[in-house]
């Protein structure tokens, strides 16, 4: 049972441009999060997304960031007009079941982003 | 959310059992405690979780105080390779897990 597939694993990206991180759950699992580490610091909690459905957004940015988890394919996290302090490590992982129930959440290998 | 604190660094010498406190004073009735381990730039790695019990697994074990005020992650027998960043976390209602800044294990031969 392959793990958390988050890609691509290094992205660069200049000023201005659109970044796009896809997340692959474990096979069978349905909730999916966005997790963001910058340099030094630990993870801060962006966003919770079952299929098509965004549960909780309360970590995400207002303005620039979205993200979807549709009926097929991966997990999608969207930064338009990336600026440098976007630049950090996005974290994805998966769970089973609902919220409460006390199942772990699986980490993928995250997504190194550089703003130039 | 429930706030928590551990100390930013330990040492621990190979062979012997790591103890990582953490406090978690605030912690909600129906919050879990979990452990998870970064090991470098790695994606965070799921050690072991409890609610009000001791629990045990084949990575560590987990004593959470009567009160739940605080717990203690144990690795019974540290190797090299346990050496990483251990965060302490609830997992709130809402299913979001919140980091701080970790205890940063050193195990050194």
């Known amino acids: 049972n392959a793990g958390v597939m988050q890609n691509p694993r290094h992205l660069v990206r200049r000023r201005g441009q659109e970044a796009r991180l896809r997340c692959s759950p474990m096979k069978g699992h349905s909730h999916v999060y966005w997790y963001r580490q910058l340099p030094e610091e630990g993870l801060k909690f962006m966003v919770y997304?079952?299929?098509?459905?965004?549960?909780?957004e309360s970590g995400m940015p207002k303005e620039r960031f979205s993200a979807e988890f549709p009926k097929e394919g991966p997990s999608i996290l969207r930064i338009q007009q990336v600026v440098r302090g976007d630049s950090a490590a996005y974290f994805c992982?998966?769970?089973?079941?609902?919220?409460?129930?006390?199942?772990?959440?699986?980490f993928g290998p995250g997504t190194r982003l550089t703003v130039l | 959310d429930a706030k928590t604190t551990q100390p930013p660094s330990m040492d621990c010498a190979e062979g012997r059992a790591a103890n990582l406190p953490c406090n978690h004073s605030t912690i909600s009735g129906n919050e879990y405690v979990y452990w998870y381990r970064q090991i470098h730039s790695q994606g965070p790695q799921y050690i072991i979780h409890g609610l009000k019990n001791n629990e045990t697994n084949e990575m560590a074990s987990l004593i959470i105080t009567e009160d739940r005020k605080s717990s203690t992650l144990i690795l019974p027998h540290a190797t090299l390779r346990d050496t990483a960043v251990y965060y302490c976390t609830p997992l709130n209602a809402g299913n979001m897990l919140t980091f701080g800044g970790g205890t940063r294990l050193m195990v050194k031969p």
């Open positions: 997304l079952q299929k098509e459905n965004i549960i909780d």
């Open positions: 992982a998966s769970s089973p079941f609902l919220a409460g129930s006390g199942d772990e959440q699986f």
